[in-house]
């Protein structure tokens, strides 16, 4: 009686165990952003490989179903619920072990996983142990009653947690905000002039910019969308070099304001012109290796701050992340809340 009563509750603390892993898992896979994974650590690693989503689906998901299914298979009882756990148990198993073998092989640790994989391949143990042996659970509606709310808790923990503590600023855009001016508010912009989201943002943007120049301190990272917009990199380039030569801002919303078709080397260099740039020194700055490099770290950065699935526009105002093109109102309201907080 006593080695099943352990051996019952070893099965629900391995279930509670692989349950929060997937569950945390699963918030992180799901969403834009990691909560619980480190950002440049092994489970951020993995969260970014081909194997995170199978058909198109978080991997954690089949965790939380899976650990579901053995909880639901722990508390009931007879021959033939002991074979489906068996057989659940060991699909399960099989599955942890290849997905910690596969750790190995890509040389990311994710602790979250290894928890989740740990469990399913100890439960499998114990769900053949459980079969060779007869062993039920206890019986009664108290000991079922608890284990399901248990399990329930333990699946919503996670959930509940990430409700309250949104995801850590990405590294990059946390070394811009520090260089942000007592009082003011730093807005990290990733942007491509060719993209008409962009420009409908920058079109909402602009005057409010205006507005509070001199609390706002706005910083662009030139992220050119080049298999979609064929002019797109020769504006990126256009607007790295007039900020080299001290007419960034200006360049910048000279472009938005071009016509798509005209962000052409010659019409950007028709612009350059109009804002008395000397064009020497412009044309130089076009093919030079410091152009180069500039455009590849700003999509290095935009590769670090991204989550899955974001694209352009995109920009911190601050703390908060602003995906998408916005309308009037939830520019003024971010930007309200930040000068807020800034002013406090």
């Known amino acids: ?86 057989i659940v148990a060991s699909i399960g198993g099989l ?39 007869a062993s039920d659970p206890p019986s009664g509606f108290v000991v079922s009653l608890a284990t399901s709310l248990g399990l329930t808790a333990t699946l919503a923990a996670p959930i509940v947690w990430a409700q309250h503590h949104p995801a850590p600023v990405p590294r990059v855009i946390a070394e811009e905000l520090a260089q ?20 409908q943002m920058q079109e909402r943007l602009a005057p409010k910019l205006t507005a509070q120049r001199d609390r706002l301190r706005l910083v662009r990272k030139l992220v050119p969308l080049t298999r979609i917009h064929p002019h797109a990199l020769d504006a990126a380039k256009a607007a790295c070099c007039a900020e080299a030569l001290g007419k960034g801002d200006a360049m910048a919303d000279a472009l938005f304001q071009t016509k798509v078709e005209d962000l052409t080397p010659d019409g950007c260099a028709r612009v350059a012109e ?53 309308d009037d109102e939830t520019i003024s309201e971010v930007l309200s809340e930040a000068l807020a907080r800034a002013g406090s």
């Open 180 to 199: 942000t001016p007592k009082g003011a508010v730093t807005i990290v912009d990733f942007v491509d002039f060719e993209c008409p989201f962009c420009r």
């Open 95 to 133: 599955a942890g072990a290849g997905l910690l073998a596969a750790q190995a092989v890509l040389g990311h640790f994710c602790p979250y996983c290894a928890a989740a994989d740990t469990s399913a391949v100890l439960l499998a143990a114990l769900s053949v142990a459980r079969v060779n042996h």
């Open 1 to 86: 009686m006593r080695s099943r009563a352990f051996s019952f509750a070893a099965v629900l603390a391995l279930l509670a165990i692989g349950l929060a892993a997937s569950a945390a898992l699963l918030v992180d896979y799901a969403g834009r952003a990691a909560v619980f994974c480190a950002e440049g650590g092994g489970c951020d690693a993995l969260r970014q490989t081909s194997l995170s989503h199978p058909f198109g689906l978080p991997l954690p998901l089949a965790g939380v179903a899976g650990f579901l299914v053995l909880g639901i298979l722990s508390l009931a009882r007879g021959r033939p619920v002991r074979v489906a756990n068996v």
């Open 274 to 326: 109009s804002l008395g740039l000397p064009l020497d020194a412009y044309n130089a700055c076009l093919t030079s290796p410091e152009t180069t490099a500039r455009l590849a770290k700003d999509r290095h950065e935009f590769d670090q701050a991204a989550a899955k699935g974001d694209g352009l526009p995109l920009m911190w105002v601050g703390p908060r992340k602003v995906m998408g093109a916005q």
